[in-house]
């Protein structure tokens, strides 16, 4: 007979001899126990002093406090965080995610992606700077500048590329001074 619970049983049987032969049973079963978590955790989780990365179920077995085994199980699901890297090179300054950088560096931003684990945004940007001078001339009559001649004094720009892919502003603060003539016209006798 196979007994799953406790009892107390007495059976009489008859010894050798012929008489009565008490047999008492008195039987404690004790049973095993079992417990389930279930957890959903970005990227690893720590169980029982064991760190998990992948989903999965997972049994730890310990002795209750009946001295039976105690099996616990974990049903771990494991969501990945997420990266993504931009390169970025720009003239003076560079918009991103709403903030605006004019220095060159490596920056970061963190979100969170769609399954609740954090998404971490790289921008590498390289911020090269426009340029700019300046020439003060004065002369006569007419200037020939970047290939335009002007005849009026006032500031003048040309604008190409330079060296880093940026903008060049070349300004001329430019004085014309107009020369002048005359003109005398004389009729005299003797001298």
């Given at each position: 007979v196979?007994y ?7 059976t ?9 032969s ?17 957890v ?25 406090s009946q ?28 918009d ?6 004019t ?6 931003e963190?979100?969170?992606n ?26 006569c ?7 335009v ?6 500031a003048?720009t ?12 070349a300004?001329?603060n ?18």
């Open positions: 196979t799953t619970s406790s009892i107390l049983f007495d009489t049987l008859t010894n050798a001899s012929g008489c009565d008490v047999a008492s049973l008195d039987l404690t079963i004790n049973n095993s126990s079992t417990s389930l978590t279930t959903t955790e970005c990227d690893s989780y720590t169980w029982n002093g064991i760190t998990y990365y992948n989903s999965g179920t997972y049994d730890a077995t310990f002795t209750n001295g039976c085994d105690s099996i616990a199980t974990l049903h771990l699901t494991i969501n990945n965080s997420s990266t993504s890297l931009t390169t970025v090179t720009d003239c003076n300054s560079y991103w995610n709403g903030v605006t950088y220095i060159s560096g490596s920056y970061d963190v979100f969170t769609s399954q609740g684990c954090d998404s971490v945004a790289t921008l590498n940007l390289t911020i090269n700077n426009s340029s700019t001078s300046s020439t003060t001339v004065t002369e009559d007419s200037y020939t500048w970047n290939g001649t002007y005849y009026n004094s006032g003048f040309y604008t190409t590329t330079n060296v880093a892919g940026c903008d060049s502003v300004t001329l430019l004085t014309i001074n107009n020369s002048s003539t005359s003109l005398t016209t004389v009729t005299e006798c003797d001298s």
